[in-house]
């Protein structure tokens, strides 16, 4: 079992920046491919992006490719998203999830879910 639990989610002016970092707890993190969805009001879940077990290959969304980044640190246990030249479109309460691949993660979601952080963007 693994605990995960995201931080840093706030609220942010069109074009703005936030790093959103997720900390887990129980087991080590380098067990999982990671990633990060989001889920705006009204709408389903959706994949963002994932890291693999090593951190040697990221995948992402169409709508955020280029402007967000994934990493992670399995020595400190921690991933992280970098979203810059954020848009209204991407407010949403973003969740961290492991999983045993990332392709599993992308298409099947994940294992293990944090509870989320809300970001909200402004126009």
């Known amino acids: 079992q693994v605990q995960l639990v995201e931080s840093g989610g706030g609220l942010v002016q069109a074009g703005g920046s936030l790093r959103l970092s997720c900390a887990a707890s129980?087991?080590?993190?380098?067990?999982?491919?990671m990633g990060w969805f989001r889920q705006a009001p009204g709408k389903e879940r959706e994949f963002v992006a994932a890291?693999?077990?090593?951190?040697?290959?990221?995948y992402y969304a169409d709508s955020v490719k280029g402007r967000f980044t994934i990493s992670r640190d399995n020595a400190k246990n921690t991933v992280a998203l970098q979203m810059n030249s954020l848009k209204p479109e991407d407010t949403a309460v973003y969740y961290c999830?492991?999983?045993?691949?990332?392709?599993?993660?992308?298409?099947?979601?994940?294992?293990?879910w944090g509870q989320g952080t809300q970001v909200t963007v402004s126009s």
């Open positions: 999830a492991g999983g045993p691949t990332a392709a599993t993660l992308r298409w099947a979601g994940g294992n293990y």
């Open positions: 129980g087991r080590t993190l380098s067990s999982y491919a």
């Open positions: 890291v693999t077990r090593s951190g040697d290959m990221t």
